[in-house]
């Protein structure tokens, strides 16, 4: 006998043999092979169906929708404190008096930062926000200057002291980066008490702000009518037109009514103009080509 028949024939299993099921087991089996054969017989039909119909017009899974982008708020974050800020401000600043006013004129009658090159102190404005400007909120006031030149030359003003106004009118915001206080520097300026109807602006006592600090120390280095805009620049026309001279309205028409229709009329805290910043440079040294007191 070879090797192969010398081992052992294995028992044949017989269904006595296997684990018997309870009649529950069986049952859930017969049902659970009910349901997958229907389940196949249904994916063949679809198959079949879709391959041999007309094909449907809309694809059967429609593309997700992209998501919309959040609507911004029509005020940046934290406006609701700006404008509790920017009320304070205001309220402190229409508190100022004729001796306040006297007091603040003789401070700015000396320099604040010794002397300095003019374009040196513009840049100095990207480190100053105007607190009670809703406009602008927390743009700074070098961003304001480009807004302003920006729209000046898309209008083709062709103005050479125009220009010279925008990039100067503001520069009395930079006593913001000293110990003023800030009801001193900003805010408009609206008359004290009561002026004689026609004998000029010059006469009337306004409140003290960045107009009058500007004036104070650049009235010697630029034209007459140029020191004129950068000390009523923020003045109400409407308001102050009873106390003018000739040479005010005279101003006024040529320069200020202009001027102001950019300075007011294009303050944006989203918009970064574009604009060539080495020519407003060179209108600057050119115009002041040594250091001056300020």
């Known amino acids: 006998m070879d090797e192969f028949s010398k081992k052992p024939v294995l028992k044949q299993e017989t269904k006595r043999d296997l684990p018997q099921e309870s009649p529950a087991t069986s049952s859930r089996r017969r049902f659970l092979g009910i349901g997958v054969a229907a389940a196949v017989a249904g994916l063949t039909g679809f198959g079949a169906g879709v391959r041999?119909?007309?094909?449907?017009?809309?694809?059967?899974?429609?593309?997700?929708?992209p998501a919309q982008p959040v609507q911004r708020p029509r005020e940046p974050l934290g406006s609701r404190k700006f404008k509790a800020r920017n009320r304070a401000i205001l309220q402190r600043h229409n508190e100022q008096t004729?001796?306040?006013?006297?007091?603040l004129r003789l401070k700015y009658h000396n320099a604040v930062f010794g002397?300095?090159?003019v374009w040196d102190l513009i840049e100095k404005l990207a480190f100053c926000v105007d607190e009670t400007d809703q406009s602008l909120y927390c743009t700074s006031q070098f961003v304001h200057v480009q807004q302003v030149l920006a729209a000046m030359e898309q209008d083709g003003i062709e103005e050479h002291d125009l220009f010279l106004a925008a990039l100067l009118h503001d520069l009395g915001?930079?006593?913001?980066?000293?110990?003023?206080?800030?009801?001193?520097v900003l805010c408009s300026a609206?008359?004290?008490?009561?002026?004689?109807?026609?004998?000029?602006?010059?006469?009337?006592?306004?409140?003290?702000c960045h107009g009058e600090i500007v004036y104070s120390r650049l009235k010697d280095h630029v034209p007459d009518h140029i020191a004129w805009v950068?000390?009523?620049h923020n003045i109400s026309i409407e308001k102050s037109a009873p106390?003018?001279?000739?040479?005010?309205?005279?101003?006024?028409?040529?320069?200020?009514?202009?001027?102001?229709?950019?300075?007011?009329?294009?303050?944006?805290?989203?918009?970064?103009?574009?604009?060539?910043?080495?020519?407003?440079?060179?209108?600057?040294?050119?115009?002041?080509?040594?250091?001056?007191?300020?």
């Open 52 to 65: 041999f119909s007309e094909q449907p017009k809309e694809p059967l899974l429609k593309p997700v929708q």
């Open 98 to 103: 004729r001796e306040v006013v006297e007091r």
């Open 115 to 117: 002397k300095a090159r």
């Open 173 to 184: 915001k930079v006593t913001l980066l000293t110990d003023e206080l800030p009801e001193n």
């Open 190 to 208: 609206v008359p004290i008490g009561e002026a004689t109807h026609g004998a000029g602006l010059d006469r009337v006592i306004y409140q003290f």
């Open 230 to 232: 950068l000390r009523y």
């Open 243 to 294: 106390y003018m001279n000739e040479r005010d309205r005279t101003y006024t028409a040529k320069y200020l009514t202009t001027f102001q229709k950019y300075d007011r009329g294009f303050k944006s805290y989203a918009s970064m103009p574009q604009i060539d910043l080495k020519k407003y440079r060179d209108l600057i040294e050119q115009t002041f080509p040594n250091p001056i007191l300020f």
